[in-house]
């Protein structure tokens, strides 16, 4: 996530630390890890969920692979996501 979400969560990108890297569509940027206790999408809840903040610009927050491998499949078909648990 950028700083906008981060902020919006209670979080002060001021003071996070900045020592991971991460590659984006714009090239390389710093990033900083977070962790949720938990984090929940639609009905499913996971716990333990690692983050990081972007201190580059993103349209959004994306969902990385290391949360999108708790899932048992994870399908695109046209415009939609579709993610069982």
Same mark, same amino acid.
């Given at each position: #996530?950028?700083?906008? *979400? ?7 990108? +001021? ?13 390389e ?9 938990? #984090?929940?999408l639609? *009905?499913?809840?996971?716990s333990?969920?690692r983050? +990081?903040?972007?201190?580059g ?29």
């Open positions: #996530m950028s700083s906008t *979400p981060a902020r919006k969560i209670g979080l002060d990108p +001021a003071t996070l630390a900045y020592y991971d890297r991460a590659q984006t569509a714009n090239g940027v710093a990033t900083a890890p977070i962790w949720f206790e938990s #984090m929940t639609g *009905p499913v809840t996971f333990d969920v983050a +990081a903040v972007n201190e610009d993103l349209f959004g927050s994306l969902l990385g692979m290391s949360y999108l491998s708790r899932f048992s499949r994870i399908e695109i078909t046209g415009n939609q996501l579709i993610l069982t648990p």
